[in-house]
């Protein structure tokens, strides 16, 4: 009987997941990782000059606490270049719709508001994919200013070439307007 009783308690324990791999909301907090509500996502998520990554997942999810230690060490390489945000399944359902969450867990890859990506459920090779899809944004968001930079400067540009040309007609009319 004790036998038994060892064994139902090592498949419970596995099957909620107890181990090494769960991660404490201070972990999380260390990281700069942040808990993205309905209330704050427009603010930080759709508004940031930084690609974003969400982690949509649920506390019930064995799959989404495999997936928090490597978002954990990930968000440490990239803790300047890429916001990390939580959003929780459970208690944000304008979001959990918003993103057609069919599958947990659920990587959310977003850069200047658009999302560009999106990685389901837990992979072994995650460890992986993910820095490559952040590297790909973080090249998109800079190409993305780049360009806004380009386009505010030739706008500029042609502004100061039509301020130009209104102060030369207007020098003209005041000369025409003097001579007579």
Sequence with gaps: MRCV???????????????ADAVTEEQ????G??????ENHDELVLNSDIPVLLNISASWCSRCRRVEPIILDIADEYRDRVLFGNV???????????????RLPL??????????AFIEGYDSRMRQ?????????????????????????????????LQESEDRTDAIHEDAGSGQ
């Design 129 to 161: 994919q993910v820095p490559k899809k952040l590297d790909e944004a973080i090249g998109y968001a800079i190409r993305q200013r780049q360009e806004r930079a380009a386009r505010r400067v030739k706008e500029q540009a042609r502004a100061a070439k």
């Design 5 to 19: 009783s060892s064994v139902t308690v090592v498949v419970i324990l596995f099957a909620i997941g107890c181990g």
């Design 28 to 31: 999380l907090a260390a990281a």
């Design 107 to 116: 990587l959310a890859l977003l850069v200047h508001g658009k999302l560009v």
């Design 33 to 38: 990782i942040v808990h993205i509500t309905d």
């Design 88 to 102: 929780n399944v459970d208690t944000e359902k304008r979001l959990t719709a918003e993103y057609s969450v069919e």
